[in-house]
């Protein structure tokens, strides 16, 4: 469905969940810690997500093998004896996973829903909203929520306030397009840039960390 290259050599692939969980089975090997993973999960439509997005995993990494995934102290996902930086996240409706062999990376997909005009206040500040377009409301309200998303699986650390501790730069929603962000805790300060597409009725967003520590 979305297949996409970065000028920092990271690989994106979107699919939207079409296929019931045997499709995705046939295609997959699951290791114990899959099955440890996969016994979290007590509703059958959650299973078919975790289905969807290891297949698109092994998809975008074109990998016949079996993939030894793991989880680190944190919660964010590694392949075990590999050096790649892996992202991954789903909707009911749609997945996505994202490879890159040098950066940390951080990958987020969210469906546009109005839902999110209730919690808003959670996650934005004034300076964020200032600019938000009433047409478009609901549009530029979940790109925020999803590149704060993709700046936390990026920094793969607990304790990170969506309001405190991220700063996205005002922008005007489009179809696509990149603003700025600031990551910014203790004596960590990052500069970021979080790219953002729409695609069908979902949002998906990314972010590299190319930039040093200061």
């Not at 920092?8 to 499709?23: K, M, P």
């Not at 990026?154 to 700025?180: A, N, R, V």
């Amino acid at each position: 469905m979305f297949n996409h290259n970065t000028k920092n050599q990271s690989h994106i692939l979107v699919n939207r969940i079409s296929e019931d969980a045997a499709f995705y089975l046939k295609g997959l090997v699951l290791t114990e810690f899959d099955r440890n993973e996969l016994a979290k999960y007590l509703i059958e439509k959650r299973k078919l997500q975790w289905y969807a997005s290891r297949y698109a995993l092994k998809k975008l990494l074109n990998r016949n093998d079996i993939i030894y995934l793991n989880k680190d102290a944190y919660g964010k996902p590694f392949i075990e004896n590999s050096s790649m930086h892996i992202s991954l996240s789903h909707t009911q409706h749609m997945v996505v996973a994202m490879s890159n062999n040098t950066f940390e990376i951080g990958v987020d997909v969210e469906q546009i829903k109005e839902k999110v005009k209730r919690i808003a206040h959670k996650f934005t500040t004034e300076i964020e909203t200032a600019l938000i377009n009433p047409k478009t409301e609901i549009e530029s309200l979940i790109t925020i929520w999803s590149a704060k998303e993709s700046i936390y699986k990026m920094y793969s650390q607990k304790q990170l306030d969506f309001k405190d501790h991220i700063l996205l730069e005002p922008f005007t929603y489009t179809i696509s397009g990149q603003f700025k962000a600031i990551l910014q805790k203790d004596d960590l300060y990052k500069e970021l840039i979080v790219h953002y597409t729409t695609i069908e009725d979902h949002i998906l967003t990314y972010v590299e960390d190319i930039s040093p520590n200061i």
